[in-house]
């Protein structure tokens, strides 16, 4: 059975920083591309970060220089290295794998709280 787990989620203050983790299963290899999405109160999930099989990765632009994405094949898990965090990145952060035909998996989420 496919699942993504999500942990590391917390509340911190402006300019701290928080890791993600997304365990899969069976094999983070179920999956051609893997992304953090995150889902803001009253916004839509909005793409952070993804990273294809070959490792090329993409950042939203709001992201770049603060976030950074990775992932330990054998440990079948997937990071998201969030520093400087800022007010606006408080969300539900969501893992996601986008497998063939079309098929797509998500976590449950894990809440982001950056506060002062």
């Known amino acids: 059975q496919v699942r993504l787990v999500e942990s590391g989620g917390g509340t911190v203050q402006p300019g701290e920083s928080l890791r993600l983790s997304c365990v899969v299963s069976?094999?983070?290899?179920?999956?051609?591309?893997m992304g953090w999405y995150r889902q803001a109160p009253g916004k839509q999930r909005e793409l952070v970060a993804s990273?294809?099989?070959?490792?090329?990765?993409d950042y939203a632009d709001s992201v770049k220089g603060r976030f950074t994405m990775s992932r330990d094949n054998a440990k079948k898990t997937m990071y998201l290295q969030m520093n400087n965090l800022k007010l606006e990145d408080t969300a539900v952060y969501y893992c996601?794998?986008?497998?063939?035909?079309?098929?797509?998996?998500w976590g449950q989420g894990t809440q982001v709280t950056v506060s002062s």
């Open positions: 996601r794998g986008d497998r063939a035909f079309g098929t797509i998996n």
């Open positions: 069976p094999s983070i290899f179920s999956f051609n591309v």
């Open positions: 990273i294809t099989n070959s490792l090329n990765t």
